[in-house]
């Protein structure tokens, strides 16, 4: 695979990208992790003639700083732009958490979108009206403990070359950003219009959302469900991922087919 830079007039947008059919399209959630690092082991879990396109959010891993003020709409709008000049025939999107709404302004404007894969993509209801159930509210205590399974399943499904490589270039992401341009990140979140409108996906378009026992309900009546979706049941946390990677895989394998 390789890394490229593209400048937008928001800022500098960088991607690793593989030429194939499906086209593959990766959104990670916010933070400091790059994107191909993050979904690796599903990439490598995938046929080798599928093309990738794994981008880094402004303020976020490879990319840039934003230049001006944005929103997510804004950004994914560039992004649908990039992808678009693959010309693939068939695109799938495999988002994760946020990565989610980037998804649903980018689904009208990229080209020949068939499906969409979510793990655990954010749903309104989870940041305006979280669920009062036992089952949330437990889970919510386990935040603190979040860094230590991550760093525990990342070192079960990568190599110890991997793995180093995964924390060292997280690292040098953190640095390399100050607290004003994760503000500025933050801020497209909060802006953006999406939290106060009612868009849905498509009913054409085939969507597999996976997420943990305890928030099935919450996407099947989510923006995400659609009349042709289903909702899988996976993991013990929100970084399903990094427990189940090649089980991802076969999903996007078989919507792909």
């Known amino acids: 695979m390789q890394r490229k ?4 007039e928001l800022g500098k947008i960088n991607f ?5 059919e499906p086209l593959i399209v990766c959104l990670n959630s916010f933070g400091s992790f790059d994107t191909a690092q993050s979904f690796l082991k599903i990439i490598d879990s995938l046929p080798e003639n599928y093309g990738i396109f794994a981008p880094d959010y402004l303020n976020s891993g490879f990319s840039g ?5 944005y929103t997510i709409a804004d950004e994914a709008n560039e992004l649908a732009s990039i992808i678009n000049t693959f010309k693939a025939k068939r695109v799938i999107i495999l988002a994760h958490s946020i990565g989610g709404v980037y ?37 919510s205590k ?7 399974q991550i760093r525990a399943d990342l070192s079960n499904i990568l190599t110890p070359e991997e793995n180093k490589d995964f924390w060292d270039t997280t690292e040098q992401n953190v640095q390399k950003f100050d607290e004003k341009d994760n503000q500025n990140a933050q801020a497209a979140l909060e802006n953006d219009s999406y939290w106060k409108n009612d868009l849905k996906l498509d009913d054409d378009i085939t969507s597999v959302l996976i997420t943990e026992e305890y928030r099935q309900k919450e996407y099947k009546r989510s923006e995400y469900a659609s009349k042709n979706s289903k909702v899988v049941s996976l993991g013990t946390y929100h970084y399903i991922h990094f427990e189940y990677p090649r089980e991802i895989a076969n999903i996007v394998k078989d919507v792909a087919e």
């Open 5 to 8: 830079d593209v400048e937008t």
């Open 16 to 20: 690793v990208y593989r030429k194939g």
């Open 65 to 69: 700083k934003s230049l001006k003020g």
């Open 103 to 139: 998804m649903m302004p980018m689904k009208d404007k990229i080209n020949n979108l068939k499906a969409f894969v979510g793990i655990e993509p954010t749903t309104r209801e989870i940041i305006l009206n979280p669920p009062k159930e036992a089952a949330y509210i437990e889970k």
């Open 142 to 148: 386990d935040m603190e403990k979040l860094e230590d």
